[in-house]
């Protein structure tokens, strides 16, 4: 399994062809989605790209973080799971509607 960036600053043009063509320049890409507003039909200015190994994502966050994609200084990262354990709510503060 790969390992997940979170790519930010965007520019609203950019898409998923494009992140995956920057991103391959340093490694293999197993995907690259920036993510869409819907109703805008637009990009929200942030995105993910899963490199094939550990190594080659250290090597994207060295080499492409601060680079400039379509006019804008891109910011690339590890990607932060979220825990499954949160709940809708968020956080353990969870109520019981059972009244």
Excluded: H, Y
């Excluded at 998923?16 to 391959?24: A, I």
């Excluded at 790209?49 to 680079?67: D, H, P, R």
């Amino acid at each position: 399994m790969g390992k997940k960036l979170f790519i930010g600053n965007l520019s609203w043009n950019v898409r998923d062809e494009q992140l995956k063509e920057v991103f391959g320049a340093v490694g293999t890409v197993e995907e690259a989605v920036v993510i869409m507003d819907r109703i805008k039909n637009r990009s929200k200015g942030f995105g993910f790209v899963t490199m094939s190994t550990e190594e080659e994502a250290q090597a994207a966050v060295a080499e492409l973080n601060g680079k400039e994609v379509d006019g804008r200084p891109i910011n690339v990262s590890e990607a932060r799971e979220e825990s499954r354990d949160r709940g809708s709510f968020g956080g353990d503060n969870r109520r019981s509607f059972d009244r």
